[in-house]
């Protein structure tokens, strides 16, 4: 079939340049992954601008800029395991797929997992693990992981995560807080967890065992 949005991903791309994305992997892997197809069709000609757009049951697909930012901190080199906390529509789960050797994502609302998988497969994509459950809980049975990636805040980084982090590996989390949140990168060192600030953040609710309680979704 034709590629009619292969310019829009052009001008994506040129737009995260803009942002300071350098990364050539990761500007390869938006200038590459169908966007649209992991959006609900009455959005789908918003696809490729750079904001965030609903996906249903309360949820986003994230603003590209912000997306690429945390992408760009894990510095992956294609050969790492990955681990994606919120599926969502899919669409990160596809970038990861271009980034690193192993992806798995683990999503707590069944009706999106479904709706990933389905959007993963109409772009071709196979190279990914979903699972459905508490991505607060992380998943035990592929740890551990060179990279983690939370795309919802929670009260604080899971212990459960931490522990599935391998040494020398990058996570990177949303923490909400003081009634903000902010964006952290953390690295660990054997058993020190180095961390620093990426910037103020917005996402949604990490609801889980090690997150926040189901009635603080709303």
Excluded: C
């Excluded at 904001?51 to 894990?74: H, M």
Aim: charged share 20%; proline share 5%; no cysteine.
């Amino acid at each position: 079939m034709r590629d009619t949005y292969g310019g829009y991903r052009a001008r994506l791309v040129e737009q995260l340049r803009k942002h300071g994305i350098e990364d050539l992997a990761v500007l390869r892997a938006f200038g590459e992954t169908p966007r649209h197809l992991f959006v609900p069709e009455a959005v789908r000609h918003r696809a490729y601008e750079d904001v965030a757009l609903p996906i249903g049951k309360g949820q986003t697909i994230s603003q590209p800029s912000t997306q690429a930012k945390y992408l760009q901190a894990l510095e992956l080199g294609g050969r790492e395991r990955v681990l994606e906390i919120g599926t969502g529509s899919g669409y990160q789960t596809a970038l990861l797929t271009m980034l690193a050797d192993t992806v798995v994502s683990v999503e707590r609302v069944n009706e999106l997992a479904v709706q990933a998988r389905a959007a993963l497969r109409s772009a071709g994509i196979t190279a990914a693990t979903l699972v459905t459950g508490d991505g607060s809980l992380g998943w035990a049975p592929m740890a551990p992981f060179d990279a983690i990636l939370v795309s919802a805040a929670g009260p604080s980084i899971p212990a459960p995560l931490l522990a599935q982090l391998s040494d020398g590996g990058h996570l990177v989390a949303p923490v909400h807080g003081g009634g903000s949140q902010r964006l952290l990168l953390v690295r660990r060192r054997g058993d020190t967890y180095e961390q620093r600030e990426l910037g103020a953040a917005r996402f949604v609710p990490l609801i889980g065992r090690h997150g926040f309680a189901q009635e603080a979704e709303s």
